[in-house]
């Protein structure tokens, strides 16, 4: 089957400018994550939704960081207007569950450096 | 508040040598879920395992296993035999259920494996 998919791999933005993120989960993954991850630091998860509704957004910070996956399957990051403390990977992630457990698969992830 | 900790920071061992990945963990939620990542200098993250809460039983999966008390609140992760294509930075990570769906993770533990 075909991996998560992510665009674009690499972005370099200046400050107070907008860039948005895309992601294409495996198929009929009902669940799909977002995460932040600054270099030499563990992910933090921005967003996850449950088909199109949001479960976990506690970390997004909501004043510049939006997310959406209006009909279910592929999902858009926004960050609007980006700071230098944005510059970060960004992955995505979708979840295939069965039964009691569960497998997580990651994109390969978008590079945004803010100058 | 929930949080996880991984004390090793780095940890290096020489090839067929036996690790064990410490992680500790804190919530006060009786239902929750524990994860492992793997995140090799590709920079893709993996994902290796979940564990619920009310499951305690040890999991092991070919050189891969993993040890969950409660008593102790740790998750520990032991590669058996490691190998060269084992050097990664490992994740642990918890998601929690208390006033909103919460996942964090802890700061990684870097593994070298020399051959």
């Known amino acids: 089957e075909a991996g998560v998919a992510q665009s674009p791999r690499y972005k370099i933005i200046e400050k107070r400018q907008s860039v948005a993120f895309w992601c294409n989960p495996i198929s009929g993954h009902a669940t799909l994550y977002w995460y932040q991850q600054i270099l030499g630091q563990g992910p933090k998860l921005l967003i996850q939704?449950?088909?199109?509704?949001?479960?976990?957004d506690s970390q997004l910070p909501k004043d510049r960081f939006s997310a959406e996956r209006l009909k279910g399957v592929d999902s858009t990051l926004k960050i609007q207007p980006a700071k230098l403390e944005d510059s970060a990977v960004y992955l995505c992630a979708s979840r295939r569950t069965s039964g009691s457990s569960e497998t997580q698969y990651f994109g390969p992830g978008t590079r945004l450096l803010v100058l | 508040a929930q949080k996880v900790t991984q004390a090793q920071t780095e940890i290096s061992v020489v090839e067929k040598e036996d690790v064990t990945l410490d992680c500790v963990y804190e919530?006060?939620?009786?239902?929750?879920?524990l994860f492992w990542y793997k995140q090799p200098p590709s920079g893709e993250l993996v994902f290796l395992i979940r564990?619920?809460?009310?499951?305690?039983q040890n999991e092991i999966s070919g050189r891969y296993s993993w040890n969950f008390q409660k008593s102790t609140s740790s998750f520990n992760f032991t590669i058996t035999a490691s190998q060269v294509v084992d050097s990664a930075v490992y994740f642990c990570?918890?998601?929690?259920?208390?006033?909103?769906?919460?996942?964090?993770f802890g700061a990684g533990t870097r593994l070298f494996v020399k051959a």
């Open positions: 919530t006060r939620d009786t239902t929750y879920y």
């Open positions: 564990r619920n809460s009310f499951d305690e």
């Open positions: 939704f449950q088909n199109n509704g949001v479960v976990d």
């Open positions: 990570a918890l998601s929690t259920n208390t006033g909103g769906f919460k996942t964090i």
